[in-house]
């Protein structure tokens, strides 16, 4: 089992539609939870972090449930622009490093 | 825009060949990384550095090589590339502090080739 688990995709969805994925980690110590995004043959970019209480930002929002150890992503009225791999992305252990998922790719279709 | 630069962005090369990946950022970050990628596969750690003098190896065992002897250089080194080489190499930078605070800012990657 991938210590950050993630459905690969690929998503389809119509411009205007909401999406959701979700992510689910195998320690439950975990501490510290990203989405980033990651384009065609680009560089991953911060999308935003996630934080226990939940947390939106514009037309995004993250979701953390510590107890089923599993964080969400819902777009929302999605734009073509929003067409990349989203990357579920866990400070697993408390150090220094990031466990990276698979990503889930999203293609919004005009 | 990160300030994080990788050169070359694509290299082709015959087997047996010395390969040095550069990586540099002006962002005055301690942190730096390197990480490995397949095409459609998730990215693993293969290297990383707290700071001047202190390299690690990641969770995926790579037969390259790192240094870190000033603060903005983070070079990766292949004494003999192999076809199994074959990948993306990402280089990344954070700040010191709280690690989960610290965003990772990547370079645009170096796409190796190992004929």
């Known amino acids: 089992r991938k210590e950050v688990e993630q459905d690969p995709g690929p998503f389809n969805v119509p411009e205007g539609a909401t999406v959701a994925f979700n992510c689910t980690y195998s320690?439950?110590?975990?501490?510290?939870f990203f989405w980033y995004r990651q384009d065609c043959r680009k560089e991953p970019k911060l999308l935003m972090s996630v934080y226990s209480s939940g947390n939106e930002d514009g037309r995004f929002t993250a979701q953390l449930n510590r107890a089923s150890q599993y964080i969400s992503l819902l777009i929302r009225d999605s734009k073509l622009s929003d067409s990349a791999t989203y990357l579920c992305v866990v400070n697993l252990f408390g150090n220094e490093k990031l466990t990276f998922g698979t990503g889930t790719r999203l293609t919004i279709i005009p | 825009e990160a300030d994080i630069y990788q050169t070359p962005r694509y290299l082709v090369i015959g087997t047996g060949k010395k390969i040095t990946l550069e990586c540099s950022q002006t962002?005055?970050?301690?942190?730096m990384y390197w990480y490995q990628q397949d095409p459609g596969m998730e990215l693993h750690l293969i290297h990383y550095s707290y700071g001047v003098n202190s390299t690690e190896k990641g969770d995926l065992s790579s037969e390259s090589t790192v240094s870190r002897i000033r603060t903005e250089h983070f070079p990766l080194t292949l004494e003999s590339a192999r076809p199994s080489h074959t990948s993306q190499y990402l280089c990344a930078s954070s700040e010191s502090g709280l690690a989960e605070n610290n965003e990772q800012f990547f370079g645009p990657g170096t796409r190796l080739t190992v004929l």
């Open positions: 320690n439950s110590a975990s501490q510290s």
């Open positions: 962002m005055g970050h301690d942190k």
